[in-house]
């Protein structure tokens, strides 16, 4: 789907949700993503990932359309609820009638955002890291 499409790209470029969804086939040259971010307006070069080409190649040349920020977060944690991400883990979450955010036990598809995206990849370089060069950390 789109929206798991979107999610695979987000993970795999760790761009944040507004450049994400900003991607279009302009943006790749010569198997490099090259994005200038809308926060910052600098701009990136992100090696192409096989999994990204797969989705290229499956929708024709083109990637997922982009959604709003809202949709994307609604609909990931619909996607990773069907994929079974339903650890309980202690989050906070808005509570949609107070508007503060609530401490409690939650299945981890509902306390998945946008900006998970950027934290899975990051966390997983540090624990490569650490794994590669024990020594240095």
């Not at 490099?32 to 290229?56: F, S, Y």
């Not at 920020?69 to 339903?86: G, H, P, S, T």
């Not at 949609?96 to 401490?103: A, G, L, M, Q, S």
């Not at 998970?116 to 060069?133: I, K, Y």
Request: proline fraction near 3%.
């Amino acid at each position: 789907s789109n929206e798991r499409d979107l999610l695979i790209i987000g993970v795999r470029t760790v761009l944040r949700v507004s450049d994400c969804m900003r991607l279009n086939s302009a943006d790749i040259k010569d198997n490099i993503l090259e994005v200038k971010t809308q926060k910052t307006g600098k701009t990136v070069e992100i090696p192409m990932h096989a999994q990204i080409n797969a989705i290229i190649k499956r929708n024709g040349g083109k990637l997922p359309k982009g959604i709003s920020d809202q949709k994307f977060n609604k609909y990931i944690k619909e996607v990773c609820e069907l994929a079974k991400i339903n650890t309980k883990i202690e989050g906070g979450k808005q509570d949609p009638i107070t508007k503060r955010k609530e401490y409690k036990t939650y299945f981890k598809h509902e306390l998945i955002t946008s900006h998970t995206c950027r934290r899975s990849l990051a966390g997983f370089f540090l624990c490569w890291v650490r794994v590669s060069f024990p020594n240095r950390f």
